[in-house]
T-cell receptor, first 113, second 113 residues
Framework: KQEVTQIPAALSVPEGENLVLNCSFT??????LQWFRQDPGKGLTSLLL?????REQTSGRLNASLDKSSGRSTLYIAASQPGDSATYLC????????????FGKGTHLIIQP | AAGVIQSPRHLIKEKRETATLKCYPI?????VYWYQQGPGQDPQFLIS???????DKGSIPDRFSAQQFSDYHSELNMSSLELGDSALYFC???FGRGPYEQYFGPGTRLTVT
């Protein structure tokens, strides 16, 4: 059974810092990996999607990398802003025709003004 | 851009009652997914539909059922509600079952008293 782990569980940094969120998964046979942002009590906003054949994706200040063979992904946030404060969730879509995403428990990020 | 629409946004039911949640996917999206997120938990995949047929099944209780209609909207029917069913229920949609990004709706918050 696929398990997704996110480290750290919580992170608090001053505004302007660059930071890295980590995600690891136990079964490397994945279809793709998505990073989401969730504000308290709100829905999930998709940030980046990386296909299993890709190594990284970039969107604005965000860059996500994928090392499928080692079961790891990282989300890099450049020049952090208070508005980046949220919970960041990593989710993998298994291979073999399965539809459902398996989520990690998230990293709760606070950017201090 | 149009997003996934879920209704109602909030629902309060008593134990043993029934509830119906509705999901309207992004236009031209033919695949719908349902997830349940309990308090402080990561989202758990329940069930998915592609072209009005069930395509994958996750941890959906037998008391729950779902279907997708000819206009691609989907309904999640929940019977004999239990206190433990209190959660955020998300619907997501994608264009096809392939390696496509899943776009999440704002969720329906169900409270069972």
């Amino acid at each position: 059974k696929q398990e997704v782990t996110q480290i750290p569980a919580a992170l608090s940094v001053p505004e302007g810092e660059n930071l890295v969120l980590n995600c690891s998964f136990t079964d490397s046979a994945i279809y793709n990996l998505q990073w989401f942002r969730q504000d308290p009590g709100k829905g999930l906003t998709s940030l980046l999607l990386i296909q299993s054949s890709q190594r990284e994706q970039t969107s604005g200040r965000l860059n996500a990398s994928l090392d499928k063979s080692s079961g790891r992904s990282t989300l890099y946030i450049a020049a952090s802003q208070p508005g980046d404060s949220a919970t960041y969730l990593c989710a993998v879509r298994p291979g073999g025709g399965a539809d459902g995403l398996t989520f990690g428990k998230g990293t709760h990020l606070i950017i201090q003004p | 851009a149009a997003g996934v629409i879920q209704s109602p946004r909030h629902l309060i039911k008593e134990k043993r009652e029934t509830a119906t949640l509705k999901c309207y996917p992004i236009p031209r999206h033919d695949t719908v997914y349902w997830y349940q997120q309990g308090p402080g938990q990561d989202p758990q995949f329940l069930i998915s539909f592609y072209e009005k047929m069930q395509s994958d099944k996750g941890s959906i209780p037998d008391r729950f059922s779902a279907q997708q209609f000819s206009d691609y909207h989907s309904e999640l029917n929940m019977s004999s509600l239990e206190l433990g069913d209190s959660a955020l229920y998300f619907c997501a949609s994608s264009f096809g079952r392939g390696p496509y990004e899943q776009y999440f709706g704002p969720g329906t918050r169900l409270t069972v008293t």
